[in-house]
């Protein structure tokens, strides 16, 4: 959601702050801008759609001049995707540039404050209260007018601001919203994520709570909430370049599934070492883990789902209730946990507001937390009490893929390092599962090899109007996954459904020619999702079956079936979701969709 860029250094701001926030377009936005200045003035450019349009009004960048600047991708909340609402935002002097994202929550206050001193308003957006409060206070101290004006803000904000007068330098500030700095050679940066800088600076520090940053091209300073200034310790970031841009593939999700065997290889193989897992956790210790009587899992969409594969194999190797909750929810249920719960906090971002506050709410109440996190650094990593990180690389299709099957990699070695720890599972049972985990990137690897079926499958159906997704157990957890995936990029309706519970309600919408997905790898109920095919048929539904390999009786139940290879139950779930991701993928392809940018989504979800 919402991106924000800066530069102060030598070249031109422009051309440099659009590539940056190309970096930033799969966050998702509405419309676009950039201020740059130069010589007492500010010039702003901005307006409603893609880049390519501010592109467009700014010859690439090259008709504005001067060598610091901001720039903006905004994700509408206050006010209708406008030019007129899009940032940079100007205070009435002309002479302040704001871009922000985030909320101000007290802005109608704020707005009438500043009106009953002269202030009048151009836009809807809560944003344009902020580079008014600043031209309240300033006197000609940037600094002293930024820290001013932020105590009056109330919400979530990341903000970049830009001064006519000391044309030479960005300040940045944020709260609850990311932003990081990157600290270049003779240039300096400021961004929402690493992507949109790789490019130029891998050493970067990222901004927190109430610090705020004077950004110059040869110098950085930092302060604290109380005024004083800090050092803050850099970090090196080891992404490679290439992996946030396409490499030949028509769509960063294609790619990026055809990554997920690396990914797999890359999050397990550090973690496990002579035939047992180590998750490297530095704060939680062994009798910490002994010590726990339940666990919760939380987090928003995929997250969440994975969390719902992870409860089963946790509570099976590990021996210790989990309840799986979505962040949203999590934060209001006046959660029973307390300092004997571990909560396991999921994200591929680390940002997503819903579940950094579900963290915050979980440590109020004394819970112990882990966090699954992709972003190194990310403000959810930072504030948990361990992190381990899924090292799958910057993901930057909307539709999660390659973080879901790391996030689940390492919901296993949890449960095999808890059982190992907790002793209840048999080193048998560890065994085995390590050398599966072991062989999954080769496995997965033939899956996403051998598509063509799932891509003639997408052909016969991307039609359709409504499709359902039914399973059993670990089959209803990956149902709820596929489908959302298929829904969230094709547009097409879809539903998932714990296939027991069709003849409580759902069954009346199947009727003549629905499309009907059923997943019937989980062996111990694998009759009963037979008997559920039959129902559906009856009822004039087309079937697709996934089946455990050779299952000639749910062949014949079904009018297509997808074979997974010969493998076991434990990780089976990391096959299963492969052809789903595919599915939805082919399906989108073929309606022409934006795959990589679905309407309304955003990667990271910094509102709640
Ligand atoms: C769906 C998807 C979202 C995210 C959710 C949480 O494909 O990507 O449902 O899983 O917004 O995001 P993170 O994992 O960044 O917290």
Request: charged share 25%; hydrophobic share 40%.
């Amino acid at each position: 959601m919402c991106g924000i860029v800066g530069y102060a250094g030598g070249s031109q701001a422009a051309p440099i702050i659009l590539d940056a926030l190309e970096k930033l377009e799969y966050r998702g936005y509405d419309s676009a801008g950039i201020a740059v200045a130069r010589g007492g003035a500010l010039t702003v450019k901005k307006s409603k759609g893609r880049l390519k349009v501010l592109r467009g009004l700014t010859d690439d960048g090259a008709s504005i001049n001067g060598t610091t600047g901001i720039g903006h991708t905004r994700w509408a909340t206050h006010g209708e995707p406008s030019d007129v609402n899009s940032h940079p935002h100007l205070s009435l002097s002309g002479k302040i540039a704001v871009v922000h994202n985030g909320i101000i929550e007290n802005y109608i206050e704020l707005r009438r404050f500043l009106t009953s001193h002269g202030y009048s308003f151009v836009t809807e957006t809560d944003t344009e209260v902020i580079s008014q409060m600043i031209d309240f206070f300033y006197a000609g101290d940037s600094l002293s007018a930024v820290r001013n004006a932020v105590r009056h803000f109330e919400g979530s904000y990341a903000i970049g601001i830009l001064f006519a007068d000391e044309p030479d330098k960005i300040i940045a500030v944020c709260k609850d919203s990311p932003l990081i700095v990157g600290i270049g050679d003779g240039e300096n940066f400021i961004a929402s994520d690493v992507t949109a800088i790789l490019k130029h600076t891998r050493r970067i520090f990222r901004m927190c709570e109430q610090e705020i940053a004077v950004i110059e091209r040869s110098n950085i300073d930092v302060y604290n909430a109380y005024g004083e200034r800090i050092e803050k310790e850099p970090i090196f970031v080891t992404w490679d370049a290439n992996a946030a841009e396409k490499g030949g593939y028509e769509h960063f999700m294609i790619k990026e599934i055809v990554e997920q065997p690396d990914v797999i290889r890359k999050t397990a193989s550090p973690r496990i070492k002579n035939g047992q897992v180590e998750l490297g956790l530095k704060n939680i210790t062994d009798d910490d883990i002994r010590s726990f009587n339940k666990i919760y899992i939380v987090g928003c969409g995929s997250a969440y789902h994975v969390g719902k594969v992870g409860r089963q194999i946790i509570e099976r190797f590990a021996n210790i209730p989990v309840t799986v909750e979505l962040a949203s929810e999590f934060r209001y249920d006046n959660p029973f946990v307390d300092s004997s719960t571990l909560t396991i906090v999921i994200s591929q971002s680390g940002e997503t507001m819903d579940t950094l506050y579900a963290l915050k709410e979980a440590r109020k109440r004394g819970s112990r937390v882990i966090s699954i996190v992709n972003v190194v650094g990310s403000t959810i990593a930072s504030e948990s009490e361990d992190v381990v990180y899924t090292w799958a690389g910057p993901e930057i299709a909307v539709a999660t893929t390659k973080a879901y099957t790391a996030q689940l990699i390492v919901l296993y070695l949890t449960a095999l390092y808890f059982g190992q720890v907790r002793a209840c599972a048999s080193q048998a049972d560890i065994d085995s599962a390590i050398k599966q985990i072991e062989r999954l990137p080769e496995v997965v690897g033939e899956l996403i090899e051998s598509r063509e079926q799932v891509q003639y499958l997408a052909s016969l159906y991307f039609n359709s109007k409504d499709i359902f997704f039914i399973g059993r157990n670990i089959d209803y957890a990956l149902a709820l996954e596929g489908s959302l995936k298929l829904k969230e990029i094709s547009y097409i309706h879809s539903e998932a459904y714990a296939a027991g519970e069709l003849k409580h309600g759902t069954i009346s919408l199947i009727e003549d020619g629905t499309l009907v997905i059923a997943l019937c790898t989980y062996a111990p109920l694998r009759d009963k999702m037979i008997s559920n095919i039959r129902e559906v048929k009856a009822r004039g539904a087309v079937v697709i079956a996934l089946a455990r390999c050779g299952d000639t009786a749910v062949a014949e139940a079904a009018d297509h079936v997808i074979y997974m290879p010969e493998w076991e139950q434990l990780t089976m779930p990391s096959l299963t979701i492969v052809p789903l991701q595919l599915f939805a993928y082919y399906v989108a392809s073929l309606k022409g969709c934006d795959i990589d940018k679905p309407r309304n989504l955003a990667k990271s979800v910094t509102v709640e």
